[in-house]
């Protein structure tokens, strides 16, 4: 049995919209923000108590990179892996990783804008050096991106799902006006059907309510 444990536009949409992808089958579990992660029974999944994590036979492992690479090693037929000794093989791992340095940012926002609710939980000087910062990892992308479709010059691959992901959640924070290859990439990976499954259906638990957080104005 192969099965997903997932929170509605958190990282783990990375690893559903994946699994779409690849075209496998699977149990999804939907779990809630609102009620605590942390707790003795889940963490016999995910010792942090995060999601996502994956279960597929006698394997349990979390870490979206981690279930990324498990996923394309494991059914390479996919094509949406770049093995060692393919050309693109280590720019395929960077890219992967490069996912989660744009991820740091996206949750440190996340937590200003819409975990920590009320105004003086929040640090407002903290709120703006991460929204420079994310924007500096997203003008990478735009020069990475310029001449092709995807992070890689050969089509897409799941790093692309990794990447996508974070441009999803980084354009609530960052407009991307100015970053014309990023926001076509955007709206690429959002026509792709698999990402579109991997979004959260009419009235599942959203984690963003608005389209775009601005800044405080202090
Ligand atoms: N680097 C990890 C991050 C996982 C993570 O922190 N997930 C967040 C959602 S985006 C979570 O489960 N948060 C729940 C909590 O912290 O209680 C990955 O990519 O899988």
Same mark, same amino acid.
């Given at each position: ?37 942390? %707790?003795? +029974? ?6 942090? !108590?995060?999601?996502?994590? *994956?279960?597929? $036979?006698?394997?349990? @492992? ?74 500096? %990892?997203? +003008? ?6 310029? !001449?092709?479709?995807?992070? *890689?010059?050969? $089509?897409?691959?799941? @790093? ?59």
């Amino acid at each position: 049995m192969r099965r997903l444990h997932h929170g509605w536009e958190s990282r783990s949409t990375r690893s559903l919209a994946l699994l779409y992808e690849m075209g496998l089958e699977f149990e999804l579990v939907v779990h809630s923000f609102l009620k605590p992660l942390y %707790t003795e +029974a889940y963490r016999k999944l995910s010792p942090a !108590g995060r999601v996502p994590a *994956l279960e597929d $036979g006698d394997l349990t @492992i979390f870490e979206t990179g981690a279930i990324t690479e498990y996923l394309v090693t494991t059914y390479p037929q996919s094509g949406l892996g770049r093995p060692i000794g393919d050309a693109e093989h280590w720019q395929w791992v960077q890219w992967l990783h490069f996912a989660e340095t744009i991820g740091q940012h996206l949750a440190t926002l996340t937590q200003h804008h819409v975990v920590l609710r009320k105004d003086w939980m929040r640090s407002p000087t903290v709120m703006k050096y991460e929204t420079m910062r994310l924007a500096r %990892t997203l +003008a990478v992308l735009e020069e990475a991106l310029e !001449g092709q479709d995807y992070l *890689l010059a050969s $089509g897409f691959s799941a @790093i692309d799902t990794n990447v996508g992901y974070s441009v999803y959640g980084a354009q609530r924070f960052v407009r991307l006006d100015a970053l014309p290859n990023v926001a076509a990439y955007s709206a690429r990976l959002l026509t792709r059907p698999a990402f579109q499954k991997a979004l959260p259906p009419e009235g599942a638990e959203r984690l963003y309510l608005k389209d775009f957080y601005e800044l405080p104005d202090v």
